[in-house]
């Protein structure tokens, strides 16, 4: 192993979301797979003998051999990617985070927890101030990105909201099949057919965007004031969540306005220059039919979310689509930025 | 013939809802085709060989040595269907109305005509009195199916108008490739995809919907007082268009009480009975995941729209799925229903 | 019930095979739904409560309440239909033919057992007699539907066998998911995708090919002497098995020959006139691109064999496409026409 | 432009294929686009105003304000790709090669021509002898590039037919939609379908495969001896031709001779280290389900063929099933692969 690098683990290494944290991480210029983690049925095996391997691409030669660990947190690793079931997640990751670990995790059960940070780097870097109150319970630290949806929400929300104070948002998703995880959609439910329900979802959106856009004020999160109406669909689409998005402000915006801010949107200037960071995360489309998910999802190696459509909205103030890749951005490759942040603010160390 | 069938005659007969009106009305009681009519480079052919058949099943053997007429106003016929494509069908319908042909148009141009009925039996029958201006023009008369997306909106919120006074509309679209006729969506555009864009679509939501619930006042119609904000997609879905909605009214309405109203609507009293008229135009749905194109679309032999999913909106007052097939009760059918409507209100005379 | 219907039972009633039994046998002229049994999962619920259902349109209304019967041998029926997976219908279906039952299954297991049938009505009516060795084991009887594919091979294959003597067949089939039941083929394998396996599919052709177009001699079954070489994948589709198929005869065989054989096909007579029974088993094609499964799937309600692309094969005689739909042909509506056929011929008595 | 690249010009730039031409060219590290050419009715136009972009990914920023020039033979360029629809080929690229310029088409019309090299470099490079003959009648040249599907198929027969001498080919073809171009295969035919047609494509297959595997013999081509009975059918993928294969020998050949001979192949010594030729033309998989298009066509950049599912076939030897990438290697990458040789063998010269 590279001597510069920081050894991370994988816990859920076998998934298809842990395959993507395998995929990217073989990769990286800071990090180096150190251990591959998943559950008991897998524990002991070799990694090519306990996965499955779904996503694109051949899993890189070198982890093919790795045995795959327990989850129990004695991996030679000083962070770990949490690629876990939400009812594995809600005990392990914990486990984790009182035995000295930063957990950068892609579930949702600490999402809403406190003193958890919910962080796109580029959206609210600061609630990395949250952390301070992790190290009162353990020595570790967990920080958890959002769900794969409002991700692609909030990056544009955000400069919106600091230009012209969001106050009301609707949407509706039009979600990738590759968002429920493998074997996930069965294709008798979703070829030529559109699934108006994703359970839990339309909440955590209204819950999530909120704790995103919302501020940090004496250690404590305060949520945004933003009512969010939300309808999931899950359509025939691979990878890509389309959204189709209409919302108010608190002060008047134009088109055009609206236009410029997302154009000119770089993100907190922490993010700026992370490995993973997109130089710009929000593309703005000026096609009448654009962004589309197979034509957009890739934007920036699945790391900026395209925006399109701009135009008046009869009922509230803008309507548009997004597009954002769900298992790039909105999951693996978003804790992987999430992860450089914590070692360019100093949260892990290089050594 | 059979001397009690009134003869009918498709205008378009080759193209993609061309075809469904074959299919149709090749075993309707009350009507028999006598003519099938279209452009000229399909008139003087057989059917047979004039027409590519793209819709499921055969064409029906009676037609196939039906020599194509060109789309002059000297068919043998009392009432004629129209399929045509919309710049044809600006020019040719009004000479139809003009030589006394009864026309009941699937196509745009003249629905947002204000003597011309923009129809739905079940939803303002009483629109017919508009004919009573176009006799001062012509001794035909022309009727017009809505679009086919709004088609399936109008439906159920026509009994939640009179109920509770629908005032605002925010509605997503996910509409199948077969509303855009044939080739119609290139399979490299929708395969893995969504577009979140039809030309002129949101604009026809919001017009044909404020005709559609107005009233007649005085010979004259009035456009009903609502604001549509929409957003339509087109899904890779064969047919059936899923509608996902928030709607708000002006008086207090529970999901309780709009699922009831609902549930009870039957359509106005002289729609009631007429063939191709579904005993419920609406189907409330209880399972969290429906409707779904490809499970309701048929629902009442593709006649009855799915409603789903009714819960409240924090934005509006509810939100709910609609899901309506486009190429049946949203193009032919439904204009096969409002030619029934013509003749049991003696508009077109048996004999 | 009515008096002179036949109490049916369907095992294996709660999965995708099963729901089709319950919607095609709820209209059924000979056939009356007595029982429906599932595994001890359901047994003692309401069927609508056990039932997940996923084919098209909705359950019968009047088998909503039913009470899901355990797998055991006490129903109220003389016969039975088995939708059962493989493991259990291996057990379960002896029981039911050692109890008096008649046993008409679609599972695979005992297809190649030698005293049980495995039957196509217009194929091989006269494998029947081998019902008479069973005799000797139990009271009951055990008829078996083929593999899916290979039903809508044999079906052709038969009148060409009988005319031209068929040695040697190429097949690639190209299989619906609908075919893998439910959950069955996840959609993140199969959207935009071949996945050019299903386990023992291929085996399955060849053994089941020899049997149906085999003949019995002194009570025993002897098969055909064709080779068979396939190629199973599973492609994108809903509904219907598309085959290329090259074939080989003992006797010359024009393209002119094998349409003309094809087009005259209907079967054996005892099957002709079952009320499952199609007018013409086969349905030959002329147009350049047909059959496709979307469009030819449902021909006479899908229990026709589309035939077409008839053409010389530079390596054997014949090159053809065949289209059958895969769960009523080729599962539920072919084990329905079986138990026609034991009607008919009095295996199974009205009273 | 860089001194040492060699100025290229594209024919057809703004179709589908000349869209990846001038996507992969943007960033080649041997040729630069200095020439941008298409049809009168785009002739005159910016290159981004020309062209609706419709694969995956921006067109190069670089290119957007090219003008697009006519079809005629003064490009500044030595070299031109030709994406050229089929009748215009056939005009325009004699054109180009009696003006000089060197001709790598993807277009069919000059493939069966005697002289012309029907080319992939690691199949059959000893085919540029065949230029020599051009030379007595123009001062340029044209090589061509196969058919999309055979592409895929001669690869790995290359090998086999040098191993064990390749006599008989079964294969059935199911071939992704962007095989057709843009706009192409309507959606309406394909969703949900399998189209068992596609015009002159059988044809095709066993004429090139010939020509492919052939040799020249005193400066003429000699075609290889080998009976191919093709079933060509399109599937509703995007990318990614896959073919089901049987293979008879002239020679003995067991399944492990095989996957040896195959994993080993390099292709011809010139092909090796040209800047777009994988290390290896050939992937074999192990997995039974594989390879597939959608995990598998992106293999070496789109340039690798995979192959799996090798065992016996009980009318020929061998059954196998492969999977290309058809619009990289089948079409544009293929080509560039050619071009590359050229260069290489000082057919086109740097300077």
């Given at each position: 192993m590279a001597d510069d690098k920081i050894p991370v683990g994988i816990l859920g290494a076998t998934g298809a979301v842990g395959q993507r944290f395998v995929q990217l991480l073989a990769r990286h210029p800071w990090f180096e797979i150190a251990a591959l983690a998943a559950s008991e049925r897998s524990a002991g095996q070799r990694y090519a003998d306990a996965c499955k391997w779904v996503i694109p691409?051949?899993?890189?030669?070198?982890?093919?051999d790795t045995v795959v660990q327990p989850?129990?947190?004695?991996?030679?690793?000083?962070l770990v990617f949490s690629a876990l079931p939400s009812d594995v997640a809600r005990e392990v990751e914990p486990q984790f985070a009182r035995a000295g670990y930063a957990v950068c995790t892609n579930?949702?059960?600490?999402?809403?927890?406190?003193?958890v940070p919910l962080l796109i780097p580029e959206v609210?870097?600061?609630?990395?101030?949250?952390?301070a109150a992790q190290r009162a319970v353990w020595p570790g630290l967990i920080v958890a990105s959002p769900n794969c949806t409002i991700t692609g929400v909030a990056l544009p929300l955000k400069p919106l909201d600091v230009a012209f104070d969001v106050r009301k948002v609707f949407l509706t998703s039009m979600q990738a099949?590759?968002?429920?995880?493998?074997?996930?959609?069965?294709s008798l439910d979703i070829l030529d057919n559109v699934i108006p329900y994703i359970p839990g979802e339309e909440e955590k959106f209204a819950q999530e965007l909120g704790k995103l856009l919302g501020r940090v004020v004496d250690g404590r999160g305060v949520p945004a004031d933003i009512v969010l109406s939300a309808h999931a669909n899950r359509v025939p689409v691979f990878d890509g969540h389309t959204v189709s998005l209409s919302v108010g402000f608190a002060r008047p915006a134009s088109v055009a306005d609206v236009s410029a801010v997302l154009r000119d949107f770089r993100g907190d200037e922490i993010a700026?220059?992370?490995?993973?960071?997109?130089?710009?995360p929000l593309i703005t489309r000026s096609?009448?039919?654009?962004?589309q998910p197979r034509r957009d999802r890739d934007a920036a190696g699945g790391m900026a979310i395209s925006v399109g459509r701009i135009r008046p909205c009869p009922l509230l103030d803008i309507r548009m689509t997004t597009v954002s890749h769900n298992t790039l951005r909105g999951a693996a490759s978003g804790a992987i930025l999430n992860a450089e942040l914590l070692v360019a603010t100093g949260h892990v160390m290089r050594k």
């Open positions: 691409g051949d899993p890189p030669p070198a982890v093919g989850l129990t947190p004695n991996l030679p690793a000083k579930a949702a059960p600490h999402r809403a927890v406190d003193d609210n870097a600061d609630h990395l101030s949250l952390i099949i590759s968002g429920a995880g493998y074997p996930g959609v069965a700026r220059g992370l490995p993973s960071a997109p130089e710009h096609e009448p039919d654009r962004p």
